[in-house]
Nanobody, 119 residues
Framework: VQLVQSGGGLVQPGGPLRLSCAAS????????MGWYRQAPGKQRELVAD???????SYADSVKGRCTISRDNAKNTVYLEMNNLKPEDTAVYFC??????????????WGQGTQATVSS
């Protein structure tokens, strides 16, 4: 399974961030897709995730300015975040909990993409 991320880069304070992540490979189904981030010197933390049924959860720090969505037919997850703050600067990682043909679930990670909030 491969997760390929796109988006990110330099964003001005108050601006938007848009990320996408497409999964490919030996996939029977994807149980949960999500986004984590890791700032310098900090642990990786959950930003948001979404189940195959569309149920979502968000970190308190991004609630109200972040939307996660997915296209199950394309095995793709999206993250849109508005009103970015300097503390949103981090490497963002896509995550997918993938069920294989035997019913086992494995977690896969994207390559990470840097998002820097700065004027």
């Amino acid at each position: 399974v491969q997760l390929v991320q796109s988006g990110g880069g330099l964003v001005q304070p108050g601006g938007p961030l848009r990320l996408s992540c497409a999964a490919s490979g030996s996939i029977f189904s994807i149980v949960v897709m999500g986004w984590y981030r890791q700032a310098p010197g900090k642990q990786r933390e959950l930003v948001a995730d979404i189940t195959s049924g569309g149920s979502t959860s968000y970190a308190d720090s991004v609630k109200g300015r972040c939307t996660i969505s997915r296209d199950n037919a394309k095995n793709t997850v999206y993250l849109e975040m508005n009103n970015l703050k300097p503390e949103d600067t981090a490497v963002y990682f896509c995550k997918a909990d993938v069920r294989d043909g035997s019913g086992r679930v494995f977690r896969w990670w994207g390559q990470g993409t840097q998002a820097t909030v700065s004027s």
